[in-house]
């Protein structure tokens, strides 16, 4: 009786979601009941649902579990639950649809929809994003956030042993392809049945968005080209970004570099990320002021911030797109030796590009572009403007889109290994990995630790490396020479 009521109270939830009417209601019990394994359903009443979607989700997937129809491996249970969760999910026609309606009235509207649609159907992954230890870290650049990423679940032996004998498949190709949309998942690519996809037209092109399963921050969304193609930043990577923040005024929109080292993750696919979200950078205020000759319209400045950033200010988008543009095209070129700041290697290599990001003011647009440079030395092999070795402790991955506006993505492993540092800050003879041997020593010098301020301590700790990380990625450093340097190069805009 039991499950046929979770059954009826799941279908009911999945009614409501505005994909189904009440007369599907069968069709859809009956689909419900094949899906977890159970031959047929008892009578169980029409009720009002207190539960949610993903606790009765959770219900299904356990008596699946029973009736042997998946196994204690977490893709199987990923790949139903997609499944599951695609009944709680309008199809994408119907999705857009509701989507332009909402923004026919408010484009506020139409986020907070389908914002919502996507927490309710467990696409973003809510339950494992609050595993994440989120603080705030006060630093000469302002209050950063840190945050360390415990949400994608680690893989089990019994998954990795599956996926070593998985059939290997080229579909999709990337995991931000259109293709996703709808896609099964198999053992070694994540479901995705109950991913939706909102189709947006830029400048003639088409584009898609969606939410990030695994969100760092408040809406994180990834607009993404339904052509799958490399990243690349220029003149219409800035018309998209200011484009979106037209269509969408109320989230920023940036773009990772397109280079290795200072890039992201995935730069096989031109893609922006996005959200509803106050960085720490977007509050950092410009330190100084300078006149673009050509562009005398436009507000420029450079913004205090670890990193090496323009700010420009303009009523109008098309100034500032090629206002931009002909910043990229002088940084590509422009070398300072002095400050180790090469753009082209003897090999031809190209180094320097710009990891931009978009956003509006007030009335006004506004656009961050953050200088990169992704070369490498003897001394610097990981990357000059990377974080150095003795910071890598705590940071050691690219420094991405995310990090460059303030907010740090660290490893799970920090989880446990900062708690083992402040039990050795309270007790030398505790255990603790040898990288932050010297760092912990160093802060029992510097601090007066007790029971009830270690936490405390240590978190301080942490955003002090990870503004130095900032600090190590920026080109002109915040020293007199570097600034002076900085100075050198705006003189040639």
């Given at each position: 009786m039991a499950i046929s009521q979770t059954v009826r109270d799941f279908i009911t939830l999945a009614i409501q979601s505005g994909g189904w009417m009440e007369m599907d209601r069968i069709y859809l019990e009956n689909r419900v009941i094949a899906l977890i394994g159970e031959d047929s359903l008892e009578t169980s009443e029409l009720r009002s649902v207190t539960a949610s979607s993903v606790e009765l989700m959770d219900q299904l997937l356990d008596q699946a579990e029973k009736n042997g129809l998946i196994a204690e491996v977490q893709a199987e249970r990923d790949i139903l639950e997609g499944q599951l969760m695609d009944l709680m999910t309008p199809p994408p026609s119907v999705v857009n649809a509701y989507f332009a309606q909402y923004y026919s009235k408010d484009p506020i509207q139409a986020t907070d929809y389908f914002f919502?649609?996507?927490?309710?159907?467990?696409?973003?992954?809510?339950?494992?994003?609050?595993?994440?230890?989120?603080?705030?870290?006060?630093?000469?650049?302002?209050?950063?956030?840190?945050?360390?990423?415990?949400?994608?679940?680690?893989?089990?032996?019994?998954?990795?042993?599956?996926?070593?004998?998985?059939?290997?498949?080229?579909?999709?190709?990337?995991?931000?392809?259109?293709?996703?949309?709808?896609?099964?998942g198999r053992m070694n690519y994540p479901a995705r049945t109950n991913h939706r996809i909102i189709r947006m037209n830029l400048d003639g092109e088409s584009w898609g968005?969606?939410?990030?399963?695994?969100?760092?921050?408040?809406?994180?969304?990834?607009?993404?080209?339904?052509?799958?193609?490399?990243?690349?930043?220029?003149?219409?990577?800035?018309?998209?970004?200011?484009?979106?923040?037209?269509?969408?005024?109320h989230y920023f929109v940036g773009s990772n570099a397109d280079l290795p080292i200072v890039g992201g993750s995935i730069l096989s696919h031109d893609h922006y990320q996005g959200g509803r979200h106050t960085f720490p950078m977007a509050v950092a205020e410009m330190e100084r002021t300078f006149e673009l000759k050509d562009f005398p319209m436009i507000k420029a400045g450079i913004v205090k911030w670890p990193l090496s950033v323009i700010r420009l200010q303009s009523k109008t988008t098309k100034e500032l797109v090629a206002a931009a543009t002909m910043i990229l095209e002088k940084w590509k070129n422009y070398s300072d030796e002095a400050v180790q700041v090469v753009a082209v290697t003897e090999d031809g290599t190209l180094h320097h590009t710009i990891t931009p990001i978009a956003r509006r003011n007030g009335e006004l647009f506004e656009l961050d572009l953050v200088l990169r440079d992704n070369n490498v030395s003897e001394e610097f092999p990981d990357g000059i403007f990377h974080p150095h070795p003795d910071v890598q402790h705590i940071k050691k991955e690219n420094i991405g889109l995310i990090e460059v506006m303030g907010l740090a993505v660290l490893p799970p492993r920090l989880a446990t290994e900062l708690k083992e540092v402040e039990n050795y800050l309270l007790d030398e003879k505790s255990e603790i990995a040898d990288c932050h041997v010297e760092w912990a020593d160093q802060l029992k010098i510097t601090e007066t630790i007790t029971a009830e301020n270690v936490t405390e301590v240590v978190q301080k700790a942490v955003g002090a490396v990870f503004a130095r990380v900032l600090e190590d990625a920026g080109v002109f450093k915040r020293d007199v020479e570097g600034q002076e340097a900085f100075t050198r190069f705006i003189k040639t805009l």
């Open positions: 919502q649609l996507s927490k309710d159907n467990d696409y973003i992954k809510t339950r494992d994003i609050a595993r994440n230890i989120i603080f705030p870290a006060e630093t000469a650049y302002g209050t950063l956030e840190i945050t360390i990423n415990l949400s994608k679940p680690e893989k089990d032996p019994k998954q990795i042993a599956a996926e070593r004998t998985a059939v290997k498949v080229d579909y999709p190709k990337c995991m931000l392809c259109m293709e996703n949309e709808g896609y099964k968005m969606q939410y990030s399963p695994y969100a760092y921050y408040n809406e994180h969304c990834i607009i993404l080209s339904e052509e799958h193609r490399p990243m690349t930043i220029t003149r219409d990577s800035f018309q998209r970004l200011l484009k979106i923040t037209e269509v969408l005024p």
